[in-house]
């Protein structure tokens, strides 16, 4: 049925059948150590049980759907995106989805201070590369679940959407301050291609790329 979510723990063996050509399956399946990325000391998913049949959390909906189709788009939003919807898959199973209750070990500081500082200028510093999620958590000695927790509570946004954001925005200083294509442009701040780029900017700036080139030239 629509919108039933299996949760199968590892080494468990499962069988699904599909009827009809309107039905659609996504398998999401999330390696080990996410879990363990996602999981307090209390909640080691090790013992903790993931056997559940035919739920329904419309957010694991969403974010299956999401990965879905990043990959079937041939992952424009890079490998950060997808670390990003994994972790939050695994910390919403985790967190929802266990027989055990008040074992969560919440979260109740922010990034603050040189920390976030740190974090950054580190994404500033690599806007034109493919980052990873677990590579900004590691540049502050932190997991990637603690960093997705304190930057969303400290800055309002994902870490992820920070990133679009920064890119949108210094490809909108490059379209408007050098003499680089749009596509070049486009590769120099580390969206995967030129129609990826006029996506985010149109849903963010509400300019496409040649219109904010050619609000440059009208001023000059």
């Not at 996504?26 to 559940?52: F, H, K, M, T």
């Not at 510093?125 to 900004?136: K, M, N, P, Q, V």
């Not at 920064?166 to 680089?180: I, W």
Request: charged share 25%; net charge neutral; hydrophobic share 40%.
């Amino acid at each position: 049925m629509h919108g039933d979510i299996d949760v199968v723990p590892r080494h468990t063996p499962a069988r699904w059948k599909l009827v009809g050509d309107a039905d659609r399956s996504i398998l999401l399946s999330l390696p080990y150590s996410l879990l363990q990325l996602a999981s307090s000391p209390q909640s080691d998913p090790e013992i903790v049980s993931l056997n559940r049949f035919q739920v329904r959390d419309p957010v694991l909906e969403s974010l299956a759907t999401a990965a879905a189709r990043e990959i079937e788009d041939g992952c424009p939003s890079g490998e950060a995106y997808l670390d990003g919807i994994g972790l939050s898959a695994a910390s919403r199973l985790m967190a929802c989805h266990r027989d055990e209750d008040n074992l969560s070990d919440p979260l109740h500081d922010a990034l603050t201070g040189h920390r976030l500082k740190a974090v950054l200028a580190y994404i500033e510093d690599r806007l034109g590369a493919d980052i990873t999620l677990r590579e900004i958590a590691g540049s502050v000695g932190v997991s990637s679940s603690h960093l997705t927790s304190l930057f969303r509570k400290t800055m309002g946004i994902t870490v992820h959407q920070h990133v679009v954001k920064r890119r949108v925005e210094r490809a909108k200083a490059l379209l408007q301050e050098s003499k680089l294509s749009i596509a070049e442009v486009a590769l120099a701040v580390g969206f995967a291609h030129q129609s990826h780029m006029a996506r985010q900017m149109g849903r963010i700036l509400g300019l496409r790329p040649r219109e904010v080139k050619k609000r440059e030239r009208n001023a000059v």
